[in-house]
């Protein structure tokens, strides 16, 4: 595990991580992936995403991806890019998003939201020229991107009065959560990533209770949309967010949410292609597409 690696699981996990955590998935490995096609949703730098088409003609089902990093700027889309060319290979076509976040100017509240929207909704425009089926649109993505997919598909719910709304966010039909990390307010009590929480938010679940309402999928059950959600079984420092994340939508009545314990991963084999937890993850979005 060379010292990059190490750095990032240090900082994701708020603490040292030891050699042997993780050691099948090296992220400079899948950052070696070749990048989709580069689109720019808005004018500031960070303001783009990545296609990644499969071979033929289309249209395409499409996979909406939000990488992760614990929402800090030091962490980019690269790392995600083998998982959206194994994707393709599945007929899928991906819309790999990056964003501003803490740490970037005009990154956290309401920014990096903003962003991870515009970036979604962008889909509509780059269908008049790819072949894409809007009909089949899944939200997908890992750690922060994980709450971030979630966050997708309950932006209808999203009131006028809120700076995160959208008048018509995008059709999202299903939701496919790699160790996602939703539960903001337990997070900043934790003060995970050296307190990120409350630097996205602008402040604490008591200073700013309407923010933390529209930005937690959980305080908006049931979505009513099919969620899978995929928590490796040897996260100990991050499947705990997920599975609190289940127990809140099952209390809620959500009825179309799967829990899925991948026995042989951590926190990062869920977006390596080349683990033994891949099958899991390929069968998940293949269904969720209604793809056989």
């Known amino acids: 595990m060379n010292t990059r690696h190490q750095l990032y699981v240090a900082v ?29 949703y808005g004018s500031e730098a960070l303001q783009f995403g990545e296609l990644t088409l499969p071979e033929g003609p289309g249209p395409f089902p499409v996979a909406i991806n939000v990488h992760g990093g614990c929402w800090l700027a030091q962490y980019n889309i690269n790392h995600s890019r083998a998982l959206a060319n194994a994707l393709a290979k599945e007929g899928i076509a991906v819309w790999n998003i990056e964003y501003r976040k803490v740490g970037d100017l005009n990154g956290g509240w309401p920014g990096t939201f903003l962003d991870v929207g515009n970036g979604a909704d962008y889909l509509r425009t780059l269908a008049k020229e790819n072949p894409l089926d809007l009909t089949r649109v899944v939200a997908m993505g890992h750690s922060a991107g994980g709450h971030f997919a979630l966050w997708l598909a309950m932006r209808n719910k999203i009131p006028a009065s809120s700076e995160i709304h959208s ?13 996602p990390a939703p539960e903001l307010d337990a997070l900043q009590k934790k003060n995970v990533c050296g307190g990120v929480v409350e630097k996205l938010m602008g402040g604490s679940p008591m200073d700013q209770p309407e923010r933390y309402r529209w930005a937690m999928p959980s305080m908006n059950l049931p979505l009513g949309i099919r969620q899978v959600l995929l928590v490796g079984k ?32 951590g926190h990062f084999e869920v977006i390596d292609p080349n683990s033994t937890t891949w099958p899991l993850v390929r069968t998940s979005i293949r269904s ?5």
């Open 288 to 292: 969720l597409l209604g793809l056989k």
């Open 167 to 179: 008048d018509n966010p995008i059709a999202i039909t299903g939701v496919l959560a790699l160790a």
């Open 12 to 40: 994701l996990a708020g603490l040292w991580v030891g050699q042997n955590c993780f050691a099948e998935t090296n992220l400079d490995e899948l950052a070696r992936a070749p990048a989709g096609k580069k689109f720019n």
């Open 234 to 265: 040897k996260d100990k420092d991050w499947g705990w967010v997920g599975e609190a994340y289940r127990d809140k939508a099952r209390a809620a009545g959500e009825p179309k949410l799967e829990f899925i314990d991948a026995p042989e991963s």
